[in-house]
């Protein structure tokens, strides 16, 4: 059973920049076969997709809200994917999820059916 784990949450000031890490727990999967997306949720919000990696780094997508500052990587070497966030708004204020899809391949999409696999998620807070 494949497992997606976030780490590097935390809380900081406006401006300011998080690494967010995906790994497979409990898992000898290569993430490299999978599309893996970012979601995140804030209170009262509806879960919002906002970036993708298509298998083997095929294409990446971004929602309009994080274009230009976020950016999603893979380090094959460590079985992880990351989301860089930079410029961090208020507005960033969520839960951050880690989705994995063996059924998007190439494709990125931001429809959570689409993905399997779902990890815990990890606290976000952007405040002064």
């Known amino acids: 059973q494949l497992q997606p784990v976030e780490s590097g949450g935390g809380l900081v000031q406006p401006g300011e920049s998080l690494r967010l890490s995906c790994a497979a727990s409990?898992?000898?999967?290569?993430?490299?076969?999978?599309?893996i997306g970012w979601f995140r949720q804030a209170p009262g919000k509806e879960r919002e997709g906002i970036s993708c990696i298509s298998n083997f780094d095929k294409s990446t997508i971004y929602a309009d809200s994080v274009k230009g500052r976020f950016t999603i990587s893979r380090d094959n070497a460590k079985n992880a994917v990351y989301l860089q966030m930079n410029s961090l708004k208020p507005e960033d204020t969520a839960i951050y999820y880690c989705?994995?899809?063996?059924?998007?391949?190439?494709?990125?999409?931001?429809?959570?059916?689409?993905?399997?696999?779902w990890g815990q998620g990890t606290q976000v807070t952007v405040s002064s």
């Open positions: 409990g898992s000898t999967l290569d993430l490299d076969y999978y599309a």
């Open positions: 989705a994995v899809s063996p059924g998007l391949g190439r494709r990125c999409l931001f429809r959570p059916d689409e993905y399997d696999y």
